[in-house]
């Protein structure tokens, strides 16, 4: 099977939506250190755009899960695979996703994350598939931009470890 990249989101309003988001948290968070905790591979790309946009210092954690395998639809399975180097009681943390679809893998990581007790915990997500929601209450408190219930690839999101070095989001067509 092959497939065919309709550019979704071009390189400039990705650009322009993360300078907004992180002007908004640097309001929001001003005086204080921030933790941005970064899911491995997808958030990757996005999160270091945006940290280079915060004006505030910054702390960076990578957390790798599974849930996807190599296919385009969700397993509903959500493991742990790499957890945090240091601990976050009393921090400022923001998630940093690139998409949220089902919201399995939040609410997952959410409920792991706030038992450490972080001072304050948001989450900040590219994409959101709204749409697409089966846990109730999973909500980005920053997002780039809403999308239809289409599989994107591209801005460090993978279909099969392909297209993550695109620099807009496309929609993936299988011809
Ligand atoms: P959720 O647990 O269903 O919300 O799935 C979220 C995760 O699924 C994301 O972090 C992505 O890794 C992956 N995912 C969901 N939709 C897409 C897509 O359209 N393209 C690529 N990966 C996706
Ligand atoms: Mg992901």
Do not use: W
């Amino acid at each position: 099977m092959s497939e065919r990249v309709h550019v979704l989101i071009g390189e400039e309003d990705i650009k322009a939506k993360i300078k907004e988001i992180a002007e908004k948290i640097t309001q929001d968070y001003a005086g204080t250190q921030l933790t941005l905790i970064c899911i491995l591979k997808g958030g990757v790309i996005f999160m270091v755009d945006l940290a280079r946009q915060i004006k505030l210092p910054c702390a960076f954690e990578f957390m790798d899960i599974s849930s996807y395998g190599n296919s385009s639809t969700s397993s509903g399975v959500v493991k742990i695979e790499r957890d945090l180097d240091a601990e976050i009681t009393g921090k400022h943390v923001i998630l940093v996703e690139d998409i949220i679809d089902t919201g399995r893998t939040l609410s997952r990581l959410k409920e792991h994350l706030l038992a450490q007790r972080p001072a304050s915990f948001k989450i900040c997500a590219l994409l959101d598939k709204v749409e697409r929601r089966e846990v109730p209450g999973i909500a980005a408190d920053y997002t780039g931009f809403v999308i239809p219930n289409e599989f994107v690839v591209g801005y460090g999101l993978d279909y099969s470890q392909r297209y993550r070095n695109l620099p807009f989001v496309g929609r993936l067509e299988f011809l």
